[in-house]
């Protein structure tokens, strides 16, 4: 069965610090992981990941990749209060019966 | 800009009742899926379609139905509502399949007495 594992379930951090969120995976014909981002209501893309060690970033937020660990990283450097949310990983099975499974997300809050 | 459109935003049904949420998408995605999120439980994957008149089954599909009509519409039917029912139900479509980003609607709240 697919499963993907985030860890830590939810974080308390200030303004400033350096975060980073852990997402592992175990999915059938893995073909990419992907980060999303969810405030109040629906979640917003992040990042997509398909080969091995090639860092992605985006301002503050950066992430990667490891095939062989079947693991993804998501950090987040000096961190603001607009950064508080429920951060969800999903690894993208490919075939016949394309599909995302998610994990249960990392609830994030950062304290002004 | 429309983007992924679900109505209604919030609904209360009694056990048994039947209703219809609605998605409908304005960016000719090919790829349109049902999920529904818990506290606790992440987004679970309820039904999927890869295109007009092709539907499939995701994780929890048991209590609803769906059908793709057309490249836009992808409403959810559940047909005897059930307090296990009550959740957060989000609707995405992506291009053509989901080795792109997928984009979200804004959620159905629905509450199931």
């Known amino acids: 069965e697919d499963k993907v594992v985030q860890s830590p379930l939810s974080l308390v951090v200030h303004e400033g610090d350096t975060v980073t969120l852990n997402c592992s995976y175990e999915?059938?014909?893995?073909?990419?992981l992907l980060w999303y981002k969810q405030e109040k209501k629906a979640p917003t893309f992040l990042f997509m990941l398909t080969s091995s060690g090639i860092e992605k970033k985006s301002g503050r937020l950066s992430s990667i990749l490891d095939k062989k660990e079947l693991s993804s990283i998501l950090n987040i450097t000096a961190t603001q209060t607009g950064d508080s949310a429920i951060y969800l990983c999903?690894?993208?099975?490919?075939?016949?019966?394309?599909?995302?499974?998610f994990g249960k997300g990392t609830k994030l809050t950062v304290n002004p | 800009n429309a983007g992924v459109t679900q109505t209604p935003k919030f609904q209360v049904l009694k056990t048994g009742q039947s209703m219809t949420l609605q998605c409908a998408q304005d960016?000719?995605?090919?790829?349109m899926s049902w999920y529904r999120q818990d506290p606790g439980m992440g987004l679970r994957l309820i039904h999927y379609s890869v295109g007009a008149g092709i539907t499939d089954q995701g994780e929890v599909p048991n209590g609803y139905n769906v059908s793709r009509s057309t490249t836009e519409d992808f409403p959810l039917r559940l047909l005897s509502a059930a307090p296990s029912q009550t959740s957060v139900y989000f609707c995405?479509?992506?291009?053509?399949?989901?080795?792109?980003?997928?984009?979200f609607g804004q959620g159905t709240r629905l509450t199931v007495v």
């Open positions: 995405a479509s992506s291009y053509t399949d989901l080795n792109t980003e997928a984009f």
């Open positions: 999903a690894g993208l099975r490919q075939g016949g019966s394309e599909k995302l499974v």
């Open positions: 999915v059938t014909n893995f073909r990419s």
């Open positions: 960016m000719n995605h090919e790829y």
